[in-house]
């Protein structure tokens, strides 16, 4: 199962155990947003129940639910006692301030654990167009860098009014500046990465070799 169907069903799950008022309560835009989560979700769901059977879906679900109000019953009682601990303290040195939130309960725990997976899988998403938008990019630059390269060599070839010494130098002029663009060397980001991985290596081999020598000597 991908990763991105994995997301999906966690949503599920965070979703199907959430409080149906709170979603009645909320504005437009929430609710829709929420209702496009719920469909993705759904279709995660879905998918898994076809792979490993609709039983063994139920079964998760009903046991990450009572998991995850476990968990946010904790969390929230915790805050609680946190935020009254942080109010006394406050008024104890004589600050008359009050906390923005007065009690945290196990729905808006989940609320906000809904709102951190959709951050999450917003950032994925969109590092990962980000990344792919940059791949394409830099192919492109250098299939154009190529392709300018060759209508240059074949422009060189093709003039036949000038002599041997002339084409051989606008030849190695051209070999020259397709070096300086990097030309032929697409992956030359991946080279780098290799080489400094390489080099971190070397000295933790020359790290080891230095301890084995000083353990030797005493």
Same mark, same amino acid.
């Given at each position: ?7 999906? +069903? ?36 879905? %998918? ?20 995850? =109000? #476990? ?5 929230? #009682?915790?805050? &609680?006692?946190?935020? /009254? &601990?942080?109010? /006394? ?12 939130? *007065? ?6 725990? !989940? ?11 917003? %950032? ?9 938008? #940059?791949?394409?990019?830099?192919? #492109?630059?250098?299939?154009?860098? +190529? ?10 070839? *093709?003039? /036949? ?7 051989? =130098?606008?030849?190695?002029?051209? !070999?020259?500046?397709? +070096?300086?663009?990097? +030309? ?6 991946? =080279? ?17 070799? *230095? ?8």
């Amino acid at each position: 199962m991908s990763p991105l169907r994995g997301l999906r +069903v966690l949503a599920a799950a965070l979703l199907c155990v959430s409080a149906e008022k709170d979603a009645e309560s909320r504005p437009g835009s929430i609710r829709e947003l929420r209702a496009a989560l719920a469909e993705q979700a759904g279709e995660g769901r879905s %998918y898994l129940g076809r792979l490993v059977g609709e039983q063994t879906v139920l079964s998760v679900q009903k046991a990450f639910a009572q998991v995850l =109000a #476990a968990v946010a019953g904790g969390l929230s #009682a915790g805050l &609680n006692v946190l935020s /009254h &601990n942080v109010s /006394h303290l406050l008024q104890a040195a004589g600050f008359q301030a009050a906390l923005p939130i *007065s009690e945290v309960t196990p729905d808006g725990v !989940v609320f906000v654990a809904q709102w951190v997976l959709v951050a999450f899988i917003g %950032y994925w998403l969109l590092s990962f167009v980000l990344r792919l938008v #940059a791949s394409t990019l830099r192919r #492109a630059l250098w299939l154009l860098k +190529v392709a300018v390269a060759l209508v240059c060599f074949g422009l060189i070839l *093709s003039d /036949h009014s000038v002599g041997t010494d002339t084409m051989a =130098a606008r030849l190695a002029m051209l !070999v020259c500046v397709c +070096v300086l663009l990097g +030309v032929g060397t697409p992956k030359s980001a991946d =080279a780098a990465d290799q080489t400094a991985r390489l080099e971190k290596q070397v000295k933790m081999l020359e790290m080891r070799l *230095s301890e084995m020598e000083k353990r030797r000597r005493t």
